[in-house]
């Protein structure tokens, strides 16, 4: 069983970058497809980004295509997400999540192991 701890949040102003971590520990993230999420209060948690087992297939939500990139180095048992020209409607917390395949998954649903998230507010 994968247990996940993101790390990277904080507070940042429109057009500024944050690059989120994601630890992975046990020996199931280099072969599982990967995932990264945000929510706000009273809302869904969206997919924001999605790679599977070794990085050569990504999906990402509309919202943040061309800002966002999603990576994963499988022998740090790490899964990335750089953010650039963040907005304030990006302000959330990310969470990321492991898939039951090795390829990537679109939805929540179709994940587990959640970690804790990581706050990310952007300020206009």
């Known amino acids: 069983q994968v247990r996940l701890v993101e790390s990277g949040g904080g507070l940042v102003q429109a057009g500024g970058s944050l690059r989120l971590s994601c630890a992975a520990s046990?020996?199931?993230?280099?072969?599982?497809?990967m995932g990264w999420f945000r929510q706000t209060s009273g809302k869904e948690r969206e997919t924001v980004a999605a790679?599977?087992?070794?990085?050569?297939?990504?999906f990402y939500a509309d919202s943040v295509k061309g800002r966002f990139t999603i990576s994963r180095d499988n022998a740090k048992n790490t899964l990335y997400l750089q953010m650039n020209s963040l907005k304030p409607e990006d302000t959330a917390v990310y969470y990321c999540?492991?898939?039951?395949?090795?390829?990537?998954?679109?939805?929540?649903?179709?994940?587990?192991?959640w970690g804790q998230g990581t706050q990310v507010t952007v300020s206009s």
């Open positions: 046990g020996r199931s993230f280099s072969v599982s497809g």
């Open positions: 790679i599977n087992w070794n990085g050569r297939d990504t």
């Open positions: 999540a492991t898939a039951g395949t090795s390829s990537l998954q679109i939805g929540a649903a179709n994940y587990g192991g």
